[in-house]
């Protein structure tokens, strides 16, 4: 279940699956209220004032900070880069540097004091916990990242480079937007429908905006509504993940105090995930 929280009296979202591990994970989502990611220029004094009372709150420190540049890919670090834990060539891994890291879609975390940012406006918030070898990954999941299974991925990783049991993993999938609101084309539902084995649910079709859903496609049905945050759980199901908590508040639904990029014509302010190890 997700509930709302404050930081200096401004509203977050948080896991309270994940609470419980807490102080050793320390987790939560911007909203409106508390939001640190914009492009407007008007915005961005407040966002940068949001996003130092945050790190403050949190106690994270920027030369332990891993921010990213995200692209909707599969790309997934690991940082800061440890050479004995990490399986040759199967991830990049990165020291702290200068700057963000391009092209990159996911962060996994394993030192104490470590933390990472990620951004949302109506992609899927992926956020892995591993409590028993204090191990976490945030991910950014749209449709391209959600069809290329970045969440199955960063388990996986999660398990080859540190010994992580699936079983023992703690998801929490954040934010993003409903299915009803997702209308999409007959390309996303191609994309996605073989990620997962059972399809069941997971998506719904439209002749046009006048007709009603229906659960099965037909060839007249050009309009399709995938559940992208139900089609991430499956994914981390048949992965071997069983605890998995999922955000009722959807971005475009719950516009008051969420961003949605579809909703608010491309808007670039952004929710965001930050999580930490202690």
């Not at 420190?61 to 690991?78: C, G």
């Not at 998801?171 to 993003?176: D, K, L, M």
């Not at 299915?179 to 084309?185: I, N, V």
Request: aromatic share 8%.
């Amino acid at each position: 279940m997700f509930y709302f929280d404050t930081v200096n009296n401004k509203k977050v979202l948080k896991s309270s699956m994940l609470s419980d591990f807490e102080p050793k994970l320390k987790h939560l989502f911007t909203t409106k209220e508390s939001f640190i990611k914009t492009k407007e220029e008007s915005l961005e004094n407040t966002a940068k004032s949001n996003k130092d009372e945050i790190l403050t709150h949190l106690k994270i420190e920027n030369k332990n900070l891993f921010e990213i540049n995200q692209t909707h890919s599969t790309n997934i670090i690991i940082c800061p880069k440890n050479l004995a834990a990490i399986e040759k060539n199967s991830v990049k891994a990165c020291d702290k540097n200068s700057g963000i890291f391009d092209n990159t879609d996911g962060v996994i975390i394993h030192k104490p004091n470590t933390a990472t940012i990620l951004h949302f406006a109506d992609c899927t918030p992926v956020l892995l916990y591993d409590p028993e070898n204090n191990i976490a990954a945030g991910l950014h999941a749209g449709w391209r990242g959600t069809a290329g299974k970045i969440a199955s991925k960063g388990v996986q990783l999660m398990e080859k480079n540190f010994g992580s049991n699936p079983e023992k993993i703690v998801a929490a999938i954040g934010p993003c937007i409903g299915q009803e609101d997702f209308e999409s084309g007959i390309e996303v539902y191609e994309a996605l429908k073989t990620t997962v084995s059972n399809t069941n649910a997971l998506f719904k079709f439209k002749e046009n905006p006048s007709k009603p859903f229906t659960d099965t496609p037909n060839p007249k049905c050009t309009k399709v509504f995938p559940d992208l945050a139900k089609i991430n759980e499956s994914q981390l199901l048949e992965a071997g993940v069983k605890t998995i908590d999922i955000c009722h508040f959807k971005t475009y639904k719950d516009n008051e105090f969420l961003f949605s990029y579809r909703r608010e014509n491309k808007t670039t302010n952004r929710i965001s995930m930050i999580l930490k190890l202690d």
